[in-house]
């Protein structure tokens, strides 16, 4: 496809095609959530406990409409989401902030790195680079400056390791993570709960400990386990399971879009119609 922000060789899309790399959205949001001013922007603003899958098609929307849409409809997402963001505001922290649209977006990077690496082995170093500098887009189609982003894989990674080793987990970040991963929805209860556990295994031990997330030799063994498993079956799987989330979400995207266009289209009409148009 070569008429979206991303051509199919590119790669972020061959990263982000991967379902797997879903196994990573718990490390992420946990990780965002260090952060002091995107952790009480959540806890104030976000309603995810409430509306988990809501709120997670919404991030999914997001990624996937960024790496696969066309620039129509990667610009028409972004816009949406910029839009939200304008009231996302509040003692300390503003979802405009463009450090804060780094860290979030340097998060989906980093994520998207190890657990890709963690089911597939290790990127070359020129796949690393350029996912690097691809995973901008995620800061700078909210409006972030081109020029806040690492600008290159030794700077992101300079970054990225100052970053984690100042993180001081909050009460409020602490809470989030209880929320998350024990959600009231008993359906979705034991997809959260192995969130969690993934999560767990990804996070540094310091941080993780900090979150409350409870660890020891037995989950390390089941940990370690799980990844084995899922790194001798998962690559084996055929592209179109492999790639049935992206494919999913892609098809929800153009439906939603469509049928807004057709409301939009009927509005006018009847409009242009007048009044009467509308008796019986």
């Known amino acids: 496809m070569a008429n979206g922000l991303f051509t199919d060789d590119t790669q ?3 990263v982000t095609r991967e379902a797997v790399i879903l196994a990573g959205a718990g490390y992420a949001i946990l990780l965002q959530v260090t952060n002091p001013g995107v952790g009480q922007g959540v806890a104030d603003h976000s309603d995810f406990a409430e509306r988990p899958l809501d709120r997670l098609r919404g991030t999914l929307t997001f990624i996937y409409g960024m790496v696969f849409g066309t620039t129509d409809e990667a610009e028409r997402i972004a816009r949406g989401v910029r839009s939200a963001h304008k009231g996302v505001t509040g003692p300390g922290y503003d979802a405009r902030d ?3 649209q780094v860290w979030v977006a340097a998060t989906l990077c980093e994520g998207g790195i190890r657990t890709y690496e963690l089911v597939f082995g290790p990127m070359s170093p020129r796949e690393k680079d350029d996912f690097c500098a691809q995973c901008a887009v995620y800061a700078t189609s909210l409006g972030c400056p081109a020029d806040r982003w690492p600008a290159d894989r030794a700077a992101f990674e300079r970054y990225w390791a100052d970053e984690v080793a100042s993180i001081e987990v909050t009460d409020t970040a602490r809470s989030i993570a209880r929320a998350l991963f024990d959600p009231p929805q008993r359906l979705i209860r034991p997809a959260a709960r192995l969130q969690g556990f993934l999560a767990a295994g990804l996070l540094p031990p310091r941080i993780r400990d900090e979150l409350g997330l409870p660890w020891d030799p037995a989950r390390q063994r089941r940990y370690d386990r799980l990844v084995a498993a899922v790194r001798a079956v998962y690559p084996r799987l055929p592209m179109a399971v492999r790639s049935l989330p992206k494919n ?11 049928r807004s ?9 009847a409009a242009r119609r007048g009044p009467s148009a509308t008796r019986n």
């Open 12 to 14: 972020i899309r061959r």
């Open 261 to 269: 266009a057709g409301n939009a289209r009927g509005t006018r009409g």
């Open 248 to 258: 999913a979400f892609m098809w929800d995207i153009r439906r939603r879009a469509a």
């Open 98 to 100: 463009p450090s804060l």
